[in-house]
């Protein structure tokens, strides 16, 4: 008896391990936040330079072919910072993006948000994917990060808040999901 009591209680909890999880439970653990990525184009501080291009870039209307190097401020706030320093200023958006589309504007973008103040002092996350800038809201993957985001997987949604004056600037709501067990 003991041993069809054991198989009874094995199967249930088998079964109760296949059941969906409930989308509040699946969301516990999400950090959400917002912040500002200002790609300063011109100037005499500039921090988006472009750094390669292929020989047919300059025939092409999306500029495919061309890669840019940045170290771009990102802030609690929208406020344009031009070459200075931005007193909200939270960390540093660091690495790459390449115009990857011959049809449209689609950068693949590799970086790093470095965090340098606020609650997430001294961690990163690291973001790589697809951004087709003329469209209203693109998203790209979370793939890791450092300190309290160490092995963190989400994704963030970009959205770009004022192009002008050579410094555009990209609200990024962040969905991050740090290691549940780190």
Same mark, same amino acid.
């Given at each position: 008896?003991?041993?069809?009591?054991? #198989?009874?209680?094995? #199967?249930?909890?088998? *079964?109760?391990?296949?059941?969906?999880?409930?989308?509040?439970?699946?969301?516990? !653990?999400?950090?959400?936040?917002?912040?500002?990525?200002?790609?300063?184009?011109?100037?005499?501080?500039?921090?988006?330079?472009?750094?390669?291009?292929?020989?047919?870039?300059? !025939?092409?209307?999306? =500029?495919? &072919?061309?890669?840019? *190097?940045?170290?771009?401020?990102?802030?609690?706030?929208?406020?344009?910072?031009?070459?200075?320093?931005?007193?909200?200023?939270?960390? %540093?958006?660091?690495?790459?993006?390449?115009?990857?589309?011959?049809?449209?504007? !689609? #950068?693949?973008?590799?970086?790093?948000?470095?965090?340098?103040?606020?609650?997430?002092? !001294?961690?990163?996350?690291?973001?790589?994917?697809?951004?087709?800038?003329?469209?209203?809201? %693109?998203?790209?993957?979370?793939?890791?990060?450092?300190?309290? =985001? %160490?092995?963190?997987?989400?994704?963030?949604?970009?959205?770009?808040?004022?192009? &002008?004056?050579?410094?555009?600037?990209?609200?990024?709501?962040?969905?991050?999901?740090?290691?549940?067990? *780190?």
């Amino acid at each position: 008896m003991a041993a069809k009591a054991s #198989l009874l209680l094995l #199967l249930l909890c088998a *079964a109760a391990a296949l059941l969906p999880v409930p989308a509040s439970a699946a969301d516990d !653990g999400v950090i959400k936040f917002k912040v500002y990525f200002h790609d300063v184009l011109a100037g005499k501080s500039p921090t988006a330079i472009r750094i390669a291009e292929a020989a047919a870039t300059k !025939g092409s209307s999306t =500029f495919f &072919g061309a890669m840019v *190097a940045i170290d771009d401020p990102l802030t609690t706030t929208p406020a344009a910072t031009g070459s200075a320093k931005s007193k909200d200023e939270v960390g %540093r958006a660091q690495g790459t993006y390449t115009f990857a589309d011959q049809a449209t504007f !689609g #950068l693949l973008m590799n970086m790093n948000f470095v965090f340098t103040a606020g609650d997430y002092k !001294g961690s990163s996350l690291t973001i790589y994917g697809r951004n087709e800038v003329l469209s209203a809201v %693109r998203e790209m993957s979370i793939v890791g990060g450092t300190g309290k =985001f %160490r092995m963190a997987r989400g994704y963030v949604q970009a959205s770009t808040v004022d192009n &002008g004056a050579g410094e555009t600037v990209v609200e990024y709501t962040v969905y991050v999901n740090p290691a549940a067990t *780190a």
